[in-house]
């Protein structure tokens, strides 16, 4: 049963340019979203988090936002760059529930020069 | 500050074999989790430890999965006897506490392939 969903397996964006990944989930207990992005062979590293108290959060170049009403988070990195090539993870948690992480199954992502 | 460690990165073993994986996780870290990661999911959280007590282990195969963190500190990951659909990466995660907002941080993973 998967309370999380990224429905794009893949997405390739130009450098420069916009990129919006998104997620929908099931289970409306989760208050805190988190994205991870991981690269080959390494573990998934924190990138942003929003609590279900917020519609938005910011940090330099990303951008989560929230639409409780939907269950629908998105990521946005403004201006993507090549490093920013790899895998993205939404994730939530219910915080009754022991704080697991529930996770998608990921986006990967490709900022072509 | 050094990171999530984990042994080994590769394991090959055939079917009905056992094999452990080890954490340490980062120092001063309370909780610590092991997920699984099959190829093309998301990471599966398998067992949740508060020092060295568990907190969740409802997913974790327990007729033949088995994990310990004795001394609150570094953890092993035990699967006795391995099946071919326990190929995946098995990923560790420490955080501080496990409050809401805590950020969960993740070593690099053992990747199994069972054969």
């Known amino acids: 049963d998967q309370q999380v969903k990224q429905n794009s397996p893949s997405l390739s964006v130009q450098e420069g340019r916009i990129s919006i990944l998104n997620c929908d989930y099931t289970?409306?207990?989760?208050?805190?979203f988190l994205w991870y992005k991981k690269y080959p062979a390494e573990g998934p590293t924190f990138l942003i988090s929003i609590s279900s108290i917020k519609d938005k959060n910011e940090d330099g170049r990303f951008t989560v936002f929230l639409n409780k009403s939907a269950k629908h988070l998105s990521l946005h990195i403004v201006p993507s760059q090549p490093g920013d090539s790899a895998v993205y993870f939404c994730a939530a948690r219910d915080s009754n529930s022991g704080y697991a992480l529930n996770f998608g199954k990921g986006t990967s992502l490709l900022v072509t020069p | 500050e050094a990171g999530v460690a984990q042994s080994p990165r590769y394991k090959i073993i055939e079917k009905r074999q056992s094999v452990a994986f080890w954490c340490n996780p980062i120092?001063?870290?309370?909780?610590l989790y092991w997920y699984q990661q099959i190829l093309g999911q998301g990471p599966k959280l398998l067992i949740q430890f508060q020092n060295n007590g568990v907190v969740d282990d409802s997913q974790l195969p327990k007729d033949r999965f088995s994990a310990e963190r004795l001394k609150g500190v570094d953890s092993t990951l035990k699967i006795q006897p391995a099946k071919l659909e326990d190929s995946a990466v098995y990923l560790c995660?420490?955080?501080?506490?496990?409050?809401?907002?805590?950020?969960?941080?993740f070593g690099p993973g053992t990747r199994l392939l069972v054969l």
């Open positions: 995660a420490s955080s501080l506490g496990s409050s809401v907002g805590e950020t969960q941080y």
């Open positions: 289970n409306s207990m989760f208050d805190y």
């Open positions: 120092s001063g870290h309370a909780t």
